[in-house]
């Protein structure tokens, strides 16, 4: 298992549209495993595998965030079957961090998608992981929540985004001087 590199906004990486996984296999599960830690370590509750540079149609969810299995969700290609409803939290992103803002959403989803085995399933859901899986489908396909907001608010948040991939950088070069 590892912590994996996450892509940040503004990235344009994060707007391509991911490729739907056919192999389920060991390299898929072990994808998985280190989204989970990934996601854990950066105290997310919704990982999508474009985050980490990896353009598959692969997400993951823990929206309890406290590591059970029984509350782990994996979703391989998934896809809408019903949308019905709205509702808004305020959502953010790990690749958009230190933002926070409303976008709606629908309030009930029903999707289907495969586990790791390439089984199908379907699942229904509502409230906050309705909203988590609009989210995560949305990096799937390239979207980002950012992308909901005005071009004044996305221009206000560059100027943070570019303050923080600064931060990041020399928290980076710390940590190799340290190690060294
Ligand atoms: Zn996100």
Same mark, same amino acid.
């Given at each position: 298992?590892?912590?994996r /590199?996450l892509?940040y906004?503004?990235d344009?990486?994060?707007?391509? !549209?991911s490729?739907?996984v056919?192999?389920?296999? &060991?390299?898929?599960a072990e994808? @998985?495993s280190d989204?989970?830690?990934t996601?854990?370590? /950066? &105290?997310?509750?919704?990982?999508?595998?474009?985050q980490i *540079?990896?353009?598959?149609r692969? !997400? @993951?969810? /823990?929206?309890?965030?406290?590591?059970?299995p029984e509350?782990?969700?994996?979703?391989?290609?998934? &896809?809408?079957?019903?949308?019905?409803?709205?509702?808004s939290? *305020? &959502?953010?992103?790990?690749?958009?961090?230190?933002l926070r803002?409303?976008?709606? $959403?629908?309030?009930?989803?029903?999707?289907?998608?495969?586990?790791?085995?390439?089984?199908f399933?379907?699942?229904?859901?509502?409230?906050?992981?309705?909203?988590?899986i609009q989210?995560?489908?949305?990096h799937?396909d390239?979207?980002l929540?950012?992308d909901?907001?005005?071009?004044?608010k996305?221009?206000?948040?560059?100027?943070?985004?570019?303050?923080?991939?600064?931060e990041r950088? $020399?928290?980076?070069?710390e940590?190799?001087?340290?190690?060294?």
């Amino acid at each position: 298992m590892a912590i994996r /590199d996450l892509l940040y906004f503004p990235d344009e990486l994060l707007h391509q !549209v991911s490729t739907p996984v056919t192999q389920f296999d &060991e390299s898929l599960a072990e994808l @998985v495993s280190d989204m989970f830690e990934t996601m854990y370590h /950066d &105290e997310g509750i919704g990982l999508a595998a474009p985050q980490i *540079n990896i353009r598959k149609r692969v !997400v @993951v969810i /823990d929206i309890e965030g406290d590591k059970l299995p029984e509350h782990q969700i994996v979703l391989i290609n998934p &896809e809408f079957l019903s949308k019905e409803g709205t509702d808004s939290i *305020n &959502e953010g992103c790990l690749s958009v961090p230190g933002l926070r803002a409303h976008i709606n $959403r629908a309030e009930k989803v029903s999707i289907k998608a495969q586990n790791l085995k390439g089984d199908f399933f379907t699942l229904d859901a509502s409230g906050l992981l309705a909203i988590c899986i609009q989210h995560e489908i949305d990096h799937l396909d390239g979207h980002l929540f950012i992308d909901y907001l005005s071009p004044m608010k996305r221009n206000l948040y560059r100027t943070k985004a570019a303050k923080l991939a600064r931060e990041r950088k $020399r928290a980076l070069k710390e940590a190799q001087e340290t190690n060294q």
